[in-house]
């Protein structure tokens, strides 16, 4: 690849997952893409992978026109030098950090020489810009969903980073929550035109935020398109029953079919 | 059942009714008025301090490398770790003067670089940390190991180097269970009687500990024993108290924390 402009996270890898190997391709652009499969086909692994917290036998990471990961070269970059937010399921926000200090910790660690105070300060302007400015001195306990995870994203982008992971991003809220994290979620996204890959078992979500779908089953992609298209055509039953109660919001992935 | 429950509950109890009433007052006073107990109190209070911190120290990173590391050969050191728990401390005294004695394994080249530490206060603190640092460790590793791993992911992700990741999320999540760890293993020190008798020796003044004095003094008057004995219950209660207190006011915290 070129050191093209527009920023694109290529993946593909192959990894031992203990009863059977992840072995994924996947290309991100600017179009999120809503990486999907019932538990256990390896979704989360596959996201830890590209963090740099798993390591995979062989293959290659790269984002725009850094290497992150090649067996071949034994390139293997350390998580902390990715650049690659990741927000997991329950927002990850630090218990013992106040909702600024969460995000003034991103910035503390990209910019050691600027002082706390100009830290905090520009952790304030961060939490405003996504509205909760007067949420700062909170605990990430006294939060609700909806704004613990407006925490964790502006957190997660003020670390100036160059993709965007997000594992279930919803399935910790209830139903009303839901609707409202998913709305801003989708805006952010798109105005931030980053690589981004989300794992969901939401139909809604994979609606809302996506717009093309890889379907991993037993650590394989066994489909990657547009959204329209895996939804014309589900390529497993898992897809095929995701997509049919795209209308009904699902409660959890404990809720996601088995398959035969 | 409930009478061989109440059985051990006596049992449990009246030793120390016993130590608290036998004699009354007075005697007790006269006990704490002895020679050996001043040296003594001041030479625990004096060390374990030292081996607390010695302990909490070495032992955070330890611990922290030991939680962390995938090595295989780390599960057979943590286990290595735990002995000195149920080894007798008299073992750990032998081992000590076979390690570091004078005509131990290591002794002579102690001794040529001027370092004879056996006998000395500083054999006070060796056998103090010998048996008091599994402790400190085991709640330490435990600690670490029980932290959210997606809370470590996240951090390093932000671009959170190793340093940093132990500095500023690792030790204060770990914290509390850090706190109750190193004082369980004060409390050890405290206690320490056979490997500091066996490897430090028993001189008033110079190495014998509170326990060491309780030791010495039975052959003199069981009520100064008595006495010195009732110092030892009082530290150990004040820091039972402590960690409660400190528990139940950090479970306060998170509780009245969570929505």
Known sequence: ?260 | MLGLGGLLLLFLVLPFVALVLDGGPEAIWRGLGCSLTWPALRLSLGTTLISVVLVVVGGTPLAWWLARSRWRSARWLEILLQLPVVIPPAVGGIALLLAFGRRGLFGGTLERLGWTPAFSVVAVVMAQVFVSAPFYLQAAVQAFGRLDPNLLAVARSLGASPPRLFVRVALPLARPWLIGGAAMSWARALGEFGATLMFAGNMTGKTQTLPLAIYTALELDIHTAQALSLLLVVFAFALLLFLRRFNRGFEAARGAATP
């Open chain 1, 1 to 260: 690849m070129t050191g093209n402009s527009a920023p694109r996270l290529s993946v593909a890898v192959q990894a031992g997952l203990g009863s059977f190997t992840l072995q994924a391709s996947l290309e991100v652009g600017a179009e999120p893409l809503a990486l999907v499969g019932p538990n256990g086909s390896g979704k989360t692994s596959l996201l830890l992978t590209i963090l740099g917290l798993h390591k995979p036998e062989r293959g290659r990471i790269v984002l725009s026109d850094e290497i992150l990961f090649d067996a071949a070269l034994a390139i293997d970059r350390p998580t902390e030098e990715r650049h690659l937010a990741y927000l997991p399921q329950d927002f990850g926000l630090f218990p013992h950090l106040t909702a600024i200090d969460n995000v003034a910790f991103a910035l503390a660690c990209r910019s050691a020489r600027v002082s706390t105070k100009q830290r905090r300060s520009e952790a304030m302007a961060w939490l405003e810009r996504f509205g909760i400015g007067n949420l700062g001195e909170r605990n990430p306990s006294r939060l609700s969903g909806g704004e613990r995870q407006r925490v964790a994203l502006a957190r997660a982008l003020a670390s100036s980073p160059k993709a965007l992971l997000l594992d279930e991003p919803t399935a910790s809220l209830d139903v009303e929550a839901r609707v409202e994290v998913r709305a801003f979620l989708a805006e952010s996204i798109r105005s931030l035109g980053l690589p981004t890959i989300l794992v969901t078992h939401d139909a809604m979500d994979v609606e809302a935020l996506a717009s093309r779908v890889a379907v991993l089953e037993k650590g394989h992609v066994v489909a990657c398109g547009l959204l329209s298209d895996v939804r014309r055509a589900p390529p497993t039953s898992f897809a095929s029953r995701l997509f049919s109660s795209s209308t009904v919001p699902k409660t959890s992935g404990i809720a996601s079919p088995s398959l035969q």
